[in-house]
């Protein structure tokens, strides 16, 4: 007698991504795998007595969404940050800051994320000073979006020694001003780590990114159980947007061991890849030395090891993504054209030695110079190394050249792509783009569809915290994107390119096609339902659909009362 189902899900219109059975009513779920998927007739003469079953009220009905680049510790430390987002101007920051820090006596550091670059107007830079006359006795910080810059007040630079400046990393930067001291604008993590280590979790959330390397000193059981709570807050919030596996952007062997041990205490709400975290002033023997062995010790169904992230550029921003010519305007003052995180032939060394010890690597490359360079790393690790099946990564790709869109393809090179980054995707708005960009390189700026058209891969995701980990955001992003005038293209997705690229190509890209991002029998039982049938939802209105049961290795992880 076949084992009567733990769930069954009825009344949904369920999109499969099964070519065999497009569409279907129900699917029955046991021993964390789907067992069965067909019509409501079908699939409830298999209940048992014990079977839970769910109506789905003809909600859609997906595999569960995989959010294909997140930075989870730091996203989870962040929901209980103050959020400045929206915020403009001294007085409206006064208003949101001061009665924060009133409120938290007990934080070294009042620290503020999502603080716009353009928050005291377009083009103007907070300064120490600016920060100044909203707290002066305490530490303050603003964390911009894209995590890539921090403004810290005067109290901020003395406690972390960075007021009169000092030695950085490549591609980060202490901005001066003209007195000689700090002006407050810190650029990328070889600059504003030291104010991290102020924050509630000293910077270890962060750690992942700035360094790749675990804490020193090791935290205290009182600490590391500290963090272990913070990732599962963080687990379940992505879990309540209907989420069931994360690929992680930062990552040491310290987030992977708190991660490991919350599975082990049935906390584990999502299935987690972490990387091995490479930086631009690493010896190429680490990679063999720390990355090989932190890989091969995880390697889980929930939990596991597999790719190698690096840095090759900044942002648009702050003018730090690495461009084929220097930026418009004073921003390309003196000649920059952004900041070189890597030399060129450290990097191509470095991707060829973890192409050649099997790893997949993910390169952030936002600028068409940090995308060229990043294609011709992959392409001298292909000819060192050879061909193989290696799904290597680009993320972001918000600025090529035209000419270099074709290469994706044709080096079988995954565009990893964030829609609701771009300045028509609703959460960041369009202003003052036109001055950091050339008049030509809108034509490659942003170029979702022109991509996908390539013949490229192309997986979606929203690098949370930048935005929040919210897919519906995405999803508005992709489908209606705000129109910026006749110069630029219509990169519009489809909802299935974009739903796919949400569930079914994300999981191809962590090489579990034939497991996962599929409803059909005998794959991983990872569900969504939401609460209508998205189709039928005007593209502008998807932000209220919402999940309304999350299924995650067959175990409930969120249901909406």
Not at 42 to 60: F, K, N, R, S, Y
Not at 262 to 283: I, N, Q, S, Y
Request: hydrophobic fraction near 40%; aromatic fraction near 6%.
């Amino acid at each position: 007698m076949p084992q009567a189902p733990d769930i069954i899900i009825h009344n949904g219109n369920l999109i499969t991504f099964d070519p065999a059975q497009p569409a279907a009513e129900a699917l029955a779920l046991a021993g964390g795998l789907i067992t069965a998927v067909g019509t409501d007739a079908e699939i409830l003469t298999l209940a048992g007595p014990d079977t839970m079953v769910v109506d789905a009220g003809g909600g859609t009905v997906l595999p569960g969404f995989i959010d294909s680049h997140v930075h989870l510790f730091g996203g989870a430390v962040e929901l209980s940050c103050l959020n400045l987002y929206g915020v403009t101007g001294i007085a409206e920051m006064s208003d949101r800051i001061r009665p924060y820090a009133a409120a938290h006596p007990e934080d070294t550091l009042i620290f503020c994320v999502m603080a716009d670059y353009n928050i005291l107007g377009t083009g103007k830079t907070p300064t120490r000073h600016d920060l100044d006359s909203i707290l002066a006795d305490r530490p303050l910080a603003l964390f911009a979006p894209d995590h890539h810059t921090i403004w810290a007040n005067t109290a901020a630079l003395e406690a972390t020694g960075l007021l009169k400046g000092g030695a950085v990393d490549a591609g980060s930067e202490i901005r001066m001003g003209a007195d000689g001291k700090a002006s407050g604008e810190l650029l990328e993590p070889g600059a504003y780590g030291p104010i991290l280590e102020l924050t509630r979790h000293k910077g270890r959330e962060m750690l992942g990114l700035v360094t790749g390397r675990d804490p020193d000193p090791l935290p205290s059981p009182a600490e590391r159980e500290m963090d272990k709570d913070v990732l599962e807050a963080g687990l379940r919030h992505c879990a309540e947007k209907g989420i069931t596996g994360l690929h992680l952007m930062d990552g040491n062997r310290y987030q992977l061991e708190l991660l490991s041990a919350l599975e082990a205490e049935g906390r584990l709400h999502c299935r987690c890849m972490v990387p091995f975290h490479f930086k631009g002033t690493d010896d190429i023997a680490r990679i063999a030395a720390e990355g090989v062995p932190m890989r091969d010790d995880f390697q889980g169904d929930k939990l596991w090891c597999g790719h190698m992230k690096m840095f090759i550029d900044g942002v648009v921003e702050s003018g730090t993504a690495l461009m084929l010519q220097p930026y418009p305007g004073e921003m390309g003052a003196d000649g920059n054209a952004g900041d070189e995180v890597f030399s060129q032939d450290h990097f191509v060394a470095a991707a060829c030695e973890a192409d050649k010890h099997g790893f997949q690597i993910a390169v952030h490359a936002i600028g068409d110079a940090g995308a060229r360079r990043t294609i011709d790393a992959y392409k001298a690790a292909r000819d060192a190394n050879g061909p193989r099946d290696a799904r290597h990564r680009i993320e972001h790709l918000e600025v090529m050249h035209p000419a270099d869109i074709p290469r994706l393809a044709e080096m079988e090179i995954v565009a990893s792509l964030q829609p609701a980054h771009a300045p028509t995707g609703h959460i960041f708005g369009p202003d003052g783009i036109d001055r950091k960009l050339h008049a030509h390189q809108i034509e490659g700026a942003y170029a979702w569809q022109d991509i996908r058209a390539s013949g490229a891969r192309v997986i979606f995701s929203t690098d949370w915290p930048v935005i929040q980990v919210d897919v519906m955001d995405t999803l508005r992003a992709a489908l209606a994107p705000v129109d910026l005038g006749p110069e630029w293209r219509d990169q519009t997705q489809s909802l299935h390119d974009t739903l796919a690229s949400y569930t079914r190509d994300n999981a191809w890209v962590e090489f579990n096609e034939d497991r996962k991002g599929r409803l059909c029998a005998g794959m991983m039982a990872d569900v969504v339902v939401l609460s209508e049938d998205i189709s039928g939802v005007p593209p502008m209105d998807l932000p209220r659909v919402q999940a309304m049961l999350t299924i995650c290795d067959g175990q409930i992880t969120f249901q909406r009362n």
